[in-house]
């Protein structure tokens, strides 16, 4: 390394090629998110970037007028109120959305990755779980931003990401039944091997606790957030003389079918079934009845996602630690729960 370099702390890519025992090239194809090297090349060439604090510097004018969001499905209503958000956010700087459909939901396709480098946006918002490590390598490689919304598991260190208050969102949702009278509360919660799942469903084991209430592990299930989990998870519930008189189910789809399940079981809502659901996406006002469900701020999480991509210090460097946004969740109560009364 030349002496100016070391007092600088900077390094020069020549010096990482050699120490690698690489071309010149080649660094610059990891730096540039390049396919056509080997794994374990650009595993060796990112750990001496990283080793000299190597710090990729985004050209703004080589990137395009654009902000990606990547969802593993755009069926869901709750994805019309992040891709909202997106525009809102882009709008402001004068930006395309560019909406890409891929992977599970816990990560995206590989596949999806040469398009997004090719396409060089200013940033791109993720939703998903977290972000497997080779494309957050790749995307920092290539500086372009990224943020994970609503994270289903536990976010690297690393990675920024924007969520919500599950657990109090889940407090809240049961509180408000067993204020209500409610002792046989069920929850359909969202797909076990997500935190937002879990953290719902710990919220209402909070709230069964706080009202003296023994959560029974029969009216706990694990459904996937649309209508027809809710739909059968429902059936299964009230079906028999021991039901539970109010149902608290982890997304506004899923109380979509919990409703139908009590019109078929022949139950009114709320006079002997109380709902309420998760989300609170614009038809849960126009549900029959309207919807009591707890808000969650989809929109805005993802206008804060877009401006921490379009920040001037929007996070590049691997091994720094990245912010973390967790917006608040409220109720709103409408008509679909009631006060229980004994018979």
Not at 284 to 303: C, G, I, N, Y
Not at 319 to 333: D, P
Request: with cysteine; aromatic share 4%; charged share 25%.
């Amino acid at each position: 390394m030349r002496e100016d370099d070391e007092v600088s702390g900077r390094v020069t890519l020549a010096t990482v090629a050699k120490e690698a025992g690489v071309s010149m090239p080649t660094v610059s194809k990891v730096l540039n998110g390049r396919s056509d090297v080997s794994r374990a090349t650009r595993a060796k060439v990112e750990r001496l970037l990283d080793a000299h604090g190597y710090r990729r510097r985004a050209q703004q004018s080589s990137r395009s007028p654009l902000i990606e969001i990547v969802f593993h499905e755009l069926e869901s209503v709750w994805a019309m109120e992040l891709i909202r958000g997106v525009e809102n956010v882009a709008k402001e700087n004068r930006a395309t959305v560019v909406l890409t459909e891929s992977g599970t939901r816990h990560t995206p396709a590989p596949e999806w990755l040469p398009g997004v480098l090719q396409r060089r946006p200013l940033g791109v918002v993720l939703v998903f779980s977290t972000l497997p490590g080779d494309i957050n390598a790749q995307l920092r490689a290539a500086a372009i931003p990224f943020v994970v919304i609503d994270p289903a598991g536990d976010p690297d260190p690393d990675v920024p990401s924007v969520g919500s208050a599950n657990w109090a969102g889940g407090l809240a949702a049961t509180r408000h039944l067993t204020d209500l009278g409610h002792e046989r509360v069920a929850i359909i919660t969202g797909p076990g091997d997500m935190m937002c799942s879990l953290a719902r469903l710990d919220g209402y084991r909070s709230a069964m606790a706080m009202a003296g209430l023994e959560a029974d592990p029969r009216l706990m299930r694990f459904g996937d957030f649309h209508v027809q989990s809710g739909f059968e998870h429902a059936m299964d519930l009230l079906d028999g003389p021991d039901r539970p008189t109010a149902v608290f189910a982890g997304s506004d789809l899923q109380a979509l079918g919990v409703l139908e399940a009590a019109r078929v079981r022949g139950l009114r809502v709320p006079e002997d079934l109380s709902v309420v659901g998760y989300d609170d996406v614009p038809l849960a006002q126009w549900s029959s009845p309207p919807l009591t469900t707890v808000h969650q701020p989809l929109r805005h999480m993802a206008e804060e996602a877009s401006r921490m991509l379009l920040r001037p210090d929007a996070p590049d460097t691997p091994g720094t630690a990245a912010q973390r946004i967790e917006l608040a969740t409220h109720l709103v109560v409408r008509q679909s729960t009631a006060r229980f009364e004994r018979a």
